[in-house]
């Protein structure tokens, strides 16, 4: 057929910090669009191989503060940079563990290449270093999250050619 219908019907997961719509499917690639309460924090994630995921992100409505890290390297700091809509498409490679505050009630779209695999995905917990930046503003994270490793090191902001092109 010329225009197959693909057989995959979106999924929705709800919990206390929003939603996550699992829009397509397969186990080579996914497209998911989550939304955030303002306050929530996501993260920091990151899928170990051999289920490595890039991720393609896009804030679609209000804003975040998005922080990403190599936990392999213990010099490397935790990047963070504020994204909304005007912002585009970012690419976060799969070595980053990668994560994100909501300013703003948020919707935020994301394409991953390479499978969701729940039993390889690292949770890293950042929480102290970010609600400090924050000037003492609690956090709403996931019991997952609550129970990430701790990853100690300090927050940077990223210069803006970082964001775009060293996160690959
Ligand atoms: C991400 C994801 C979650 N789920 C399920 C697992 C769980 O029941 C529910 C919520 O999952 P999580 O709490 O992991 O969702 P969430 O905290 O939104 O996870 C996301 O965080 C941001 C920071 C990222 O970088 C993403 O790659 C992803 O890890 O949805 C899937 O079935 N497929 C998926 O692809």
């Given at each position: 057929m010329l225009f197959p219908r693909l057989e995959t019907a979106p999924i929705t997961l709800g919990d206390d910090r929003g939603k996550v719509e699992i829009l397509y499917e397969t186990d080579r690639v996914v497209l998911k669009r989550s939304s955030s309460s303002a306050g929530v924090f996501r993260g920091l994630h990151r899928q170990i191989a051999p289920h490595l995921q890039d991720k393609i992100i896009r804030v679609i409505s209000g804003r975040i503060i998005d922080f990403v890290t190599n936990?392999?390297?213990?010099?490397?700091p935790i990047w963070h940079s504020e994204i909304g809509p005007e912002d585009g498409w970012v690419h976060i490679a799969a070595k980053y563990a990668h994560g994100f505050y909501a300013l703003e009630d948020v919707v935020f779209e994301y394409f991953c290449e390479g499978g969701y695999m729940e039993s390889a995905e690292e949770s890293w917990y950042i929480a102290p270093q970010v609600t400090e930046m924050l000037g003492g503003r609690p956090l709403l994270l996931s019991d997952k999250d609550q129970h990430g490793?701790?990853?100690p090191r300090p927050l940077k902001q990223a210069p803006d050619h970082v964001r775009r092109k060293d996160a690959e």
């Open positions: 936990p392999d390297d213990p010099e490397d490793t701790p990853l």
